[in-house]
């Protein structure tokens, strides 16, 4: 009698324990939104194409890179929509430097079709060319790309931006445009900085 009545008791708490454990696992898995993969290997190409003297992307480890530093993600799909690498060649900003150096913007950024915020302003891009990619930013509104050493004819596929509200393409020497890229995005962007236009 005493056993099967602690028998009973026994399984209400087994029973308890399983039902509370469960919620919890379904509540923690739809409360963190999860990096996607694709974006995630964009991104480490991106990282293993510039060298990182200063350790901006120490934090871009492990498999969640909607948790890693100067990355955003969107918090419903998970797609990542803001990039924050401002570099500081002077170190203005919090009185120490740091920057990245690369050959150029790895292709592999082009996967990030979701991204609406992207500052790679004051970085050392080697005298590159802004990639044709860059026009393929659909959801592209702030583009930030001042000081970080680009140089030559800036693509007119930047002008396939048609959601763009800030564009800084400031203080690359030897920067050049097209006249009727110039005037697309002057028309279409509310805050343009650009370089002294050459034609
Ligand atoms: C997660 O939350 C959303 C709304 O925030 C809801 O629509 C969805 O059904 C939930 N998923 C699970 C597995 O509970
Ligand atoms: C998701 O992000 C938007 C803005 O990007 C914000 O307004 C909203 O409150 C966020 N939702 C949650 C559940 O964090
Ligand atoms: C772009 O970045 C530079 C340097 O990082 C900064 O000084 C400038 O204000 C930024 N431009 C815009 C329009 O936010
Ligand atoms: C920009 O638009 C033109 C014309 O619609 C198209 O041919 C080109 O492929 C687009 N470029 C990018 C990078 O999406």
Same mark, same amino acid.
């Given at each position: 009698?005493?056993?099967?009545?602690?028998?009973?008791?026994?399984?209400?708490?087994v029973s308890i324990f399983l039902v509370a454990n469960t919620c919890?696992?379904?509540? =923690? @898995?739809?409360?963190?939104?999860? +990096? #996607? @993969?694709? @974006?995630?290997?964009?991104?480490?190409?991106?990282?293993?194409?510039?060298?990182?003297?200063?350790?901006?992307?120490?934090?871009? =480890?492990?498999?969640?890179?909607?948790?890693?530093?100067?990355?955003?993600?969107?918090?419903?799909?998970?797609?990542?929509?803001?990039?924050?690498?401002?570099?500081?060649?002077?170190?203005? #900003?919090?009185?120490?430097?740091?920057?990245?150096?690369?050959?150029?913007?790895?292709?592999?950024?082009? @996967?990030?079709?979701?991204?609406?915020?992207?500052?790679?302003?004051?970085?050392?891009?080697?005298?590159?060319?802004?990639?044709? /990619?860059?026009?393929? /930013?659909?959801?592209?509104?702030?583009?930030?790309?001042?000081?970080?050493? /680009? !140089?030559?004819?800036?693509?007119?596929? #930047?002008?396939?931006?048609?959601?763009?509200?800030?564009?800084?393409?400031?203080?690359?020497?030897?920067?050049?445009?097209?006249?009727?890229?110039?005037?697309?995005?002057?028309?279409?962007?509310?805050?343009?900085?650009?370089?002294?236009? !050459? +034609?």
């Amino acid at each position: 009698m005493g056993n099967r009545r602690g028998l009973g008791l026994y399984l209400i708490f087994v029973s308890i324990f399983l039902v509370a454990n469960t919620c919890s696992c379904l509540g =923690v @898995e739809n409360t963190s939104i999860v +990096c #996607i @993969e694709q @974006e995630r290997l964009a991104l480490l190409k991106f990282k293993e194409s510039v060298i990182d003297y200063y350790g901006m992307l120490l934090s871009w =480890v492990g498999n969640d890179c909607c948790m890693w530093e100067r990355v955003h993600c969107d918090n419903v799909t998970g797609n990542i929509k803001s990039l924050h690498l401002k570099g500081d060649m002077r170190g203005d #900003i919090v009185g120490v430097m740091y920057y990245l150096v690369g050959d150029g913007m790895s292709f592999s950024l082009a @996967e990030l079709s979701h991204l609406s915020y992207l500052d790679l302003s004051g970085n050392d891009f080697g005298g590159s060319r802004i990639p044709k /990619f860059i026009g393929s /930013f659909k959801h592209l509104t702030y583009l930030n790309l001042s000081h970080a050493g /680009f !140089q030559g004819i800036i693509s007119h596929h #930047i002008g396939n931006l048609s959601n763009l509200k800030v564009l800084d393409l400031s203080s690359n020497d030897g920067l050049k445009g097209h006249v009727a890229f110039h005037d697309t995005i002057v028309k279409r962007v509310k805050f343009v900085r650009m370089w002294t236009l !050459q +034609c």
